[in-house]
């Protein structure tokens, strides 16, 4: 299975300032089409998981344009330029490039 | 509105069974990829099973390969989860959810708790 390892685990934020999160892969994620299918998902406190970047960087519609992604082959970063109290929660990528789809564990932003 | 509506969760024996449902609206579910997603309690996420379009293919992870299948009624728009010979770490919360292309699961449920204890 291809593993996902993100840093940090844990995130502590002060309000307006930058965040970022990487996410590293086992083996490349592009696909025989040519695509990437690195997904960042946001799950605050008691919710479900909700889609913030599909194929590495493209932005969901609703989603705050503070928040982009980027990167390629085994490398990924999710960045939100500044971080605003209602961004608290757990950051997880995950690839659908191979099956099983795999997550990383998460990363727990925090306001300092 | 589009929307996923888990329901079927409960306390189970170890060894025992449970079917959960996903009820999908506001799009047209025979269009798409679906999966179940769990997560252990304080745990993070993990693709269990996913189905096609026309439930022809069918993925599971080794975890729960012959012991879960997953199906699905288009006529219906509903989604299942069977799950037997149910252990102690199936305990988790089940998402269904929507995929687009590749894991981008771009709609989830709201959950099912399962619960797998004697």
């Known amino acids: 299975d291809v593993v996902m390892t993100q840093s940090p685990l844990s995130l502590p934020v002060t309000l307006g300032q930058p965040a970022s999160i990487s996410c590293g892969s086992s083996?490349?994620?592009?696909?025989?089409?040519?695509?990437?299918?690195l997904t960042w998902f946001q799950q605050r406190p008691g919710q479900s998981p909700r889609r913030l970047i599909y194929?590495?960087?493209n932005r969901d519609s609703g989603v705050p344009d503070r928040f982009s992604g980027s990167g390629s082959g085994t490398d990924f970063t999710l960045k939100i330029s500044r971080v605003e109290a209602e961004d608290v929660g757990v950051y997880y990528c995950?690839?659908?490039?191979?099956?099983?789809?795999?997550f990383g564990q998460g990363t727990k932003l925090e306001i300092k | 509105e589009v929307q996923l509506v888990e329901s079927g969760g409960g306390l189970v024996q170890p060894g025992g069974s449970l079917r959960l449902s996903c009820a999908a609206s506001?799009?047209?579910?025979?269009?798409?990829?679906m999966n179940w997603v769990r997560q252990a309690p304080g745990k993070g996420l993990e693709s269990v099973a996913i189905?096609?379009?026309?439930?022809?293919?069918?993925y599971y992870v080794d975890s729960v390969k012959g012991r879960f299948t997953i199906s699905r009624d288009n006529a219906k728009n509903s989604l299942d989860l069977q799950m037997n010979s149910l252990r102690a770490e199936d305990t988790a919360i089940y998402y269904c959810?929507?995929?687009?292309?590749?894991?981008?699961?771009?709609?989830w449920g709201q959950g099912a708790m399962v619960t797998v204890s004697s």
């Open positions: 959810a929507r995929n687009p292309e590749w894991g981008a699961f771009d709609i």
């Open positions: 506001g799009f047209t579910f025979s269009n798409y990829w």
């Open positions: 189905i096609n379009q026309d439930g022809s293919v069918k």
């Open positions: 083996q490349s994620l592009v696909y025989s089409d040519g695509n990437t299918y």
């Open positions: 194929k590495v960087s």
């Open positions: 995950m690839q659908g490039t191979l099956w099983p789809y795999t």
